[in-house]
Structures are given as C-alpha cells and as structure tokens.
C-alpha cells in the first residue's frame, strides 16, 4: 500500500478505481494510465508520484561521476528536433575527435575522479564498428575499471548496418572491447506516425526495441527514453511507454527511465512553443507511476535545469544523473540557458539536500557507493 493522504470520495468517479489501484500497488493499464493523463488534477497525480517514489527509493537521490565525451557532431541523418547535428558539407560547424584527443579527454580525469564514460554522438559515416571498438579498447587500457556507457541504438544500427554483423555480433565484439552498458537516447517516440515526422530517417522503433533486447540477454543493462512536449499527443506518449514496459517484462534490462523534455533552440522544430514546468511534471509523474518494473526515473539536470531537477524530485525523480563535468553540446546547443553545465559533488550533493533528499552515490548499474 502506498502511504498517502487522500479523500477518496472527493475523486471524480472515472478516476477513482484508478487511483485505488495505484494506491494499493497494481499495475495500471495503458488506458487506464492515459485516463489519469488527460483526466487527473496535478495535486492528485502528483501526490500519487511522490509517494511511489518514497515507496520505491525512499528519500534516497542517486547521481554517479562521470563524463560525457561526443566523438562527432556530423551525422548523416536529419532529425527536425536537432540542434546539434551537422552534414558532411557543412563541415565547418563540425567537430571529429581522433580516439587520441577523446582518450586524453579521458586521462584528464584521476581514476577515482570519475567512474563512468558516456560516449553519444552524431552518425559519421566514417566512425565505424573497428574505430569505435578501438576507442572502447584505449579507454579501457589506461582505466581499466571505468564503465562504458556507449552508442544510442541509432549509432548502434547504423555501425552494425555498415559492418554487415547483426546486432548480436555487433553488441558481443563491443562488450569484449570493454563497453559496459548502453544508454536510452534515440528513442524518441516510437508511433509511426510522429516518427515519421520527426526523424523518419534514422532506426526503427522496432530495431530500438531489438537493438535494448539484445544487449540485455547479452548482459548489458541500458536506459530508455521519450523526447515529450513537441508534436506528440498523449496516446503517443502511452504507446511508447508501453512498448518499453512490455520489454523490461522479459528482459529486466532497463535500469532508469528518462523523460527529455524537447527544448526548442536552433532545430527544425524551433516554431514550436516548448511546454510548461507543470506539463513536465506531469510526464515525469505519469512516468513514475506507469513502471512498476522500472526502479528509476531519471531526471538529466543539464537538460532540465537545475531548479526543475530539484522540483522534480517531489515528484517521481530519484536520480539526476550527475555529471561531475558536462561537455555535452546537445542541449547547449538546443538553447538551454546553462550554456557549460558542471557540478561538482559538493555542488550535486547540496542541490539534493537543500530539498530535503539524501544525496547517494551510485555506479552505473545502481550499486550504492557513498552516502552524503
Ligand atoms: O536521442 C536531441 C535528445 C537524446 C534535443 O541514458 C533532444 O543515461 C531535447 O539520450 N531537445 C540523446 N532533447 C541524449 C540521451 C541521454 C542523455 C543523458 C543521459 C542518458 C542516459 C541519455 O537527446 C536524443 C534526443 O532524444 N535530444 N535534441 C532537443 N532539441
Ligand atoms: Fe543525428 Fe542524433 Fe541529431 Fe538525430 S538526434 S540528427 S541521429 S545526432
């Protein structure tokens, strides 16, 4: 049972079942969950999420070290929400980094200073399946314990398409060069219909989805994400969170869920108003309360700002991800008002107790390193 204070008899009808069943710890159906979507004031939605969340986590608020290094800005796919993203020709505009540059990126960084490596970028048609596991390999030679958290599916695809290795021989030559796990971007939104208007270029929903299936029964855990509050409409929104529930049922393989609220700087879709802080808690609520199978919902300060991050985790956020020091240009470049996002850990770990949370250090995987 979940502990929270409500007067049932004071809830619309079409809602009240509903909201029994998420108090007595049931799983909601996707119609039920779009119901409370469209339907459900904030104060109850957002009172449900925070005590799923305490019953869940607790007060606890997970954050790791790590860094995020982008090989290349050149990508040969064109999705409208893009800020970052240049072609070959406009190559000006581009950065490639040589595996020596990303791996001194690396040894910058004392080896109890970081524990993760996060590797995401553009598709560059040069950068390969060999080159990428050489990277994977240098990085592993001189940290041999860090985690590598590499490559959304859309990198994955295109690298195994071009080497002519199914995703699993793909996946197995990586995980042997040392990559560890895999992280949730290039999810988007899966229905056909607003995929094919946003990014109708790049992997499928269903390679996506084969692609995390994959690496999980290879043992490689991986996160999952939605890009919300562009074209998308509610139904959009329970669809996609349904494909990937119904995947962690077989497989167990998500460890966070991370909604990416679409920021509209510089891309394509730039007319577009971007959504209200109320319509973003909804999502992360909603998100809280739809998977019973996923532990954390994870909220990416550096996308969402500092101040909302710690809002959020009143409701349904219990890990913010952390970069101890953020060279990630996707957001920066899509007009998010931190233009160098860092925090140190005395930065993380007050920004979580000035909220009245418990700072923890995690690894990648969720193994709890230090209390704050
Ligand atoms: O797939 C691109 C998003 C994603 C915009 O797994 C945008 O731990 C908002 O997935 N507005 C890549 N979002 C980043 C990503 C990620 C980030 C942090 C942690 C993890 C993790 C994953 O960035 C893309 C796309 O959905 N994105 N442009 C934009 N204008
Ligand atoms: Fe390329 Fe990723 Fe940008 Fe799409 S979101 S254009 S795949 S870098």
Redesign the pocket.
């Known amino acids: 049972m979940l502990n929270v204070n409500i007067d049932i008899s004071k809830i619309e009808l079409s809602i009240k079942d509903i909201v029994n069943k998420i108090i007595e710890e049931k799983r909601i159906t996707d119609q039920e969950t779009l119901l409370i979507l469209e339907k459900a004031p904030n104060s109850l939605l957002f009172l449900l999420a925070n005590a799923k969340r305490e019953r869940l986590n607790s007060n606890n608020t997970f954050f790791n070290k790590n860094i995020h290094i982008e090989p290349t800005n050149i990508c040969v796919f064109d ?1 409208k ?4 993203s240049r072609l070959l020709k406009e190559k000006s505009q581009g950065w490639e980094h040589s595996i020596d540059e990303m791996v001194e990126m690396v040894k910058e960084y004392k080896e109890d200073e970081i524990t993760e490596v ?1 590797i ?1 970028g553009g598709v560059h048609p040069k950068m390969g399946l060999n080159y990428f596991i050489e990277l994977i390999k240098k990085i592993k030679r001189i940290r041999p314990n860090i985690h590598i ?1 590499a490559f ?1 599916a ?1 990198e994955l695809e295109y690298m195994c398409r071009k080497a002519k290795v199914s995703y699993k021989e793909g996946l197995k030559m990586l995980k042997e060069a040392g990559q560890n796990s895999l ?6 939104i899966f229905s056909n219909e607003i995929r094919n208007i946003i990014c109708k270029d790049k992997c499928t929903s269903e390679q996506w989805l084969e692609i995390h299936k994959t690496a999980h029964e290879m043992g490689m855990q ?2 999952a ?1 939605i ?1 919300y509050g562009h074209i998308e409409k509610p139904s959009h929104i329970i669809d996609h969170m349904s494909r990937i529930r119904d995947l962690q049922d077989t497989t167990s393989g998500f460890n ?1 869920f ?1 909604p ?6 510089n ?1 394509q879709m730039s007319h577009l108003k971007e959504v209200s802080i109320i319509d973003d808690i909804r999502m992360y609520s909603i998100a809280r309360l739809y998977f019973d199978n996923i532990k954390h919902i ?1 909220a ?1 300060w550096p ?1 969402i700002g500092k101040e909302t991050t710690q809002n959020l985790l009143s409701f349904g956020v219990d890990d913010i ?1 952390g970069t101890i020091d953020d060279s ?1 240009k ?2 920066s470049m ?1 007009g998010v008002e931190d233009q160098n996002p860092t925090m140190s850990t005395e930065e993380i770990t007050n920004l979580i107790k000035k909220v009245k949370r418990k700072p923890i250090e995690r690894d990648s995987i969720y193994n709890e390193l230090k209390v704050y």
């Not at 929400?81 to 970052?84: I, K, R, T, V």
């Not at 992280?183 to 988007?188: D, I, S, Y």
């Open positions: 999705c929400f893009c800020s970052y996060h995401v958290k959304t859309v992280p949730g971007g290039g999810a988007e991986s996160n994400t890009l966070a991370i990416l609220k679409y920021r509209n700087g891309n994870k990416y996308m991800d990630t996707i957001y899509a």
